[in-house]
Nanobody, 124 residues
Framework: QLQLVESGGGLVQPGGSLRLSCAAS????????IGWFRQVPGKEREGVSCISMSDSSTYYADSVKGRFTISRGNAKNTVYLQMNSLKPEDTAVYYC?????????????????WGRGTQVTVSS
């Protein structure tokens, strides 16, 4: 069974940076798309970014374009989300998710496997 584990969250001041990691086990990710989502209490889970592991195509939500960068690690079973110029509104629990197939989607229901999430708090 595909398992995903997020790490790298924490407390950061506005304007700061964090790098989140998503480590997968159980399968190689060559034929998967990996998405990052975030959720705050009382709101729906929001798609942030996605990468297709087969062709490295990427997707970003408008709210993070130019600030966040998604990439695959050299180990191939790891995906990173580099978050720069963080804002208080980026505060959320961040989840990585996997779906079989090369195409990225921003809807949570398209993804089959989920990690447990990592908290990101942007505050002074």
């Amino acid at each position: 069974q595909l398992q995903l584990v997020e790490s790298g969250g924490g407390l950061v001041q506005p304007g700061g940076s964090l790098r989140l990691s998503c480590a997968a086990s159980g399968f190689t990710l060559d034929y998967y798309a990996i998405g990052w989502f975030r959720q705050v209490p009382g709101k729906e889970r929001e798609g942030v970014s996605c990468i297709s592991m087969s062709d490295s195509s990427t997707y970003y939500a408008d709210s993070v374009k130019g600030r966040f960068t998604i990439s695959r690690g050299n180990a191939k079973n790891t995906v990173y989300l580099q978050m720069n110029s963080l804002k208080p509104e980026d505060t959320a629990v961040y989840y990585c998710a996997a779906r079989f197939g090369s195409r990225c989607y921003d809807a949570p229901f398209e993804y089959d496997s989920w990690g447990r999430g990592t908290q990101v708090t942007v505050s002074s």
